[in-house]
């Protein structure tokens, strides 16, 4: 398939920012594992979990106290991170929908300007049948070069993985290990290369289900979980100690697997410039508020980390509040790239660059970020919601009534629901007011339909 006309006159005429033309260009290494709560790092706050790499990227880097995902869920959230544009204009709005061709990621951006772009782990970005997980080389791979990767697999103990061939790859054992070789194979081809290069190393651990890593079984004691204030007994699946303590144990695996690829990165000598992102897609509840899964507004589904570092370009321990999202990942990166999207683009990103806010502390970030889900939560708990996340505050609604508002300053845990309350009915006044400008500026609607892109 031909990669549509308007693309090719799109990318062809990308503009530099403010980096000076005899500067190398920073390489990318965007790591995302899939649904890794916020604040479970030890650098948030949590001394139960360890995750030694990740705590040393964040005090090395600048961490984001504060980051959301738009839309918790898998397909919607991947969408935005590689497009800077809301899920629901990309007709990404639900999972296991595709990506659509003419959509321009930022990988076909820094491939234009010259990167080695690799992609490794899950993708979930391809539509249809998850299986066998096979994506043909071409534009349904949204400018990946060096392609390791399946669709979408949580079998960690018989994963698989597909390159140029519609054969699938076996792995052995326990997928994090293969996936970090994968990435390892990557960085060793990028430091022969004289370009700058983007690897997006998306690790499908530690989703449930929570089984603990070989070597790992007995790292946690369920008995010995401390469970968060908002815990509640009675969600129906997720949501016990001994899941979580599976969970806490993918979560040692992976710092570890983490820490051998930016031992990589230090030993090929490109740690200096080099970008690393550390992030997730959605979180879990994990039994808080007694419920399970995603798509919810609460911070055990939307707030995921948010560490960026680049030792020649970011100072170390930078710390921020600001409300930054999925959708602005894309534009940030380009922005700390020094690449600037051209006027002609087809279709605008939606997100803000954080770039001088992570380099010189500039003070204009946007107020909030908009949250959302389009379907129906799992097992039909709630209908679809919008919502805002700013520094104090948390709003989210149905389309035909208010459904929370939490002030996250004096109630971090949401415990207390102030949405009925009259002593705050200009705010959540406001907040409808700001989401309802929302949704006509960027195409949003309540209507469920997602049969084609909304334009």
């Known amino acids: 398939m031909m990669v549509p006309m308007r693309r090719r006159t799109f990318l062809s005429s ?7 033309a005899d500067t190398k260009p920073p390489n990318i290494l965007f ?27 964040a005090l090395d880097g600048f961490q984001f106290r504060n980051m ?11 969408s935005m991170l590689l497009t800077g544009r809301y899920c629901y204009a990309t007709g990404t709005a639900v999972n296991d929908v595709p990506l659509p061709d003419e959509e321009v990621s930022i990988a076909e ?5 010259g990167y080695f772009t690799g992609f490794v782990g899950k993708w979930h970005l391809h539509g249809g049948n998850r299986e066998p997980g096979f994506v043909p080389p071409g534009p349904r791979r949204q400018g990946f070069e060096f392609w390791a990767a399946n669709i979408c697999s949580h079998d960690y103990f018989r994963m698989h993985y597909f390159r140029d061939h519609p054969k699938p790859i076996s792995m052995p054992g326990y997928d994090a290990f293969s996936w970090t070789d994968l990435a390892l194979e990557f960085l060793e081809k990028a430091g022969e290369r004289l370009q700058p290069f983007c690897l997006y190393l998306q690790y499908p651990t530690p989703h449930d289900p929570y089984l603990p890593p070989p070597g790992y079984e007995t790292m946690y004691a369920p008995e010995r979980i401390e469970l968060r204030k908002n815990w509640q007994e009675g969600a129906k699946r997720g949501g016990t100690a001994k899941d979580i303590a599976g969970y806490y144990a993918a979560i040692a695996c992976l710092d570890e697997q983490i820490g051998r690829v930016l031992q990589k990165l230090s030993d090929l000598g490109m740690s200096a410039n080099t970008i690393v992102v550390f992030t997730s897609d959605h979180v879990n509840m994990l039994g808080s508020h007694r419920t399970f899964n995603k798509r919810k507004p609460w911070e055990e589904s939307v707030l995921v980390p948010g560490i960026f570092r680049w030792p020649a370009g970011i100072k170390a321990t930078g710390v921020s509040d600001a409300p930054i999202s999925h959708v602005d990942v894309a534009p940030t990166l380009l922005g700390l790239c020094g690449v600037r999207p051209p006027a002609n683009m087809p279709r605008n990103m939606h997100g803000f660059d954080y770039s001088a806010h992570i380099r010189r502390g500039s003070k204009r970030t946007p107020d909030f970020a908009y949250l959302m889900s389009h379907g129906r939560t799992e097992l039909n708990e709630f209908e679809p919601w919008r919502g805002l996340r700013t520094r104090r505050w948390k709003y989210a609604r149905f389309q035909d009534k208010p459904w929370m508002l939490h002030d996250l300053a004096a109630d971090p845990f949401e415990v207390n629901n102030l949405a009925g309350d009259k002593r705050f ?18 195409g949003d609607r309540w209507d469920e339909l997602f049969d084609a892109p909304y334009r």
């Open 425 to 442: 009915a200009k705010l959540t006044d406001r907040f409808d007011r700001e989401i309802e400008r929302l949704m006509t500026r960027t």
């Open 31 to 57: 790591i995302m594992p899939d649904q890794w709560r916020g604040a479970d790092l030890g650098s948030m706050g949590n001394q139960q979990v360890r995750t030694r790499n990740l705590d040393r990227l």
């Open 109 to 113: 951006i820094l491939k234009e300007r």
């Open 68 to 78: 959301t995902a738009n839309s918790p869920v898998c397909t919607p959230a991947r």
């Open 14 to 20: 990308l503009g530099a920012a403010a980096v000076p």
